[in-house]
């Protein structure tokens, strides 16, 4: 399997408000990026989108390192919250219903055909593709927010 090395991060100004988010991936020589914008939405939802775009760009199936700032994603799965969630039928420890389900899923279904490391990174710090991440998914923000209602674009749904 080839092996991509991905990175990704979400923003959001006001939480919720205006996000963005975006992608690096990295294969051998070759390098790609890809940023949007959703109008109304959380942080945690930025980041997992990056994450979920990020494997969906992947035309094949591939050993992946993402790397992201998120705890939120990598504890998940590092830790183990998805699996005590699947066996607690979508409920917290709390017995509330796991937020942002539907992102959730999606991410764990595009895992069912890569091998994926989970990798945390520091926020804000001197990492490179990090904070290129970071600079391209604010933009998204900073290039989108001028929009009128009528004119942005729809948040997107997935089942």
């Excluded at 945690?44 to 199936?61: I, P, S, T, V």
Aim: net charge neutral; charged share 25%; glycine share 8%.
């Amino acid at each position: 399997m080839k092996e991509v090395v991905v990175y990704t991060d979400g923003a959001c100004s006001g939480n919720p408000g205006p996000g963005g988010w975006a992608v690096i991936l990295q294969y051998g020589p070759h390098t790609k990026e890809l940023s949007g914008y959703i109008p109304d939405t959380t942080n945690n939802r930025m980041e997992l989108f990056a994450a979920l775009q990020g494997l969906l760009a992947l035309k094949e199936n591939c050993t992946v390192k993402l790397h992201s700032d998120s705890s939120y994603l990598i504890n998940a799965f590092q830790k183990g919250w998805l699996k005590n969630w699947e066996r607690n039928g979508w409920k917290t420890s709390t017995k509330k219903p796991v937020e942002n389900q539907d992102l959730w899923r999606a991410i764990l279904a595009e895992t069912q055909r890569h091998s994926v490391e989970w990798v945390k990174v520091p926020g804000h710090q001197d990492n490179p593709l990090n904070n290129r991440c970071d600079e391209m998914a604010r933009g998204q923000i900073k290039a989108n927010r001028h929009l009128s209602v009528q004119e942005k674009a729809p948040a997107i749904e997935i089942d």
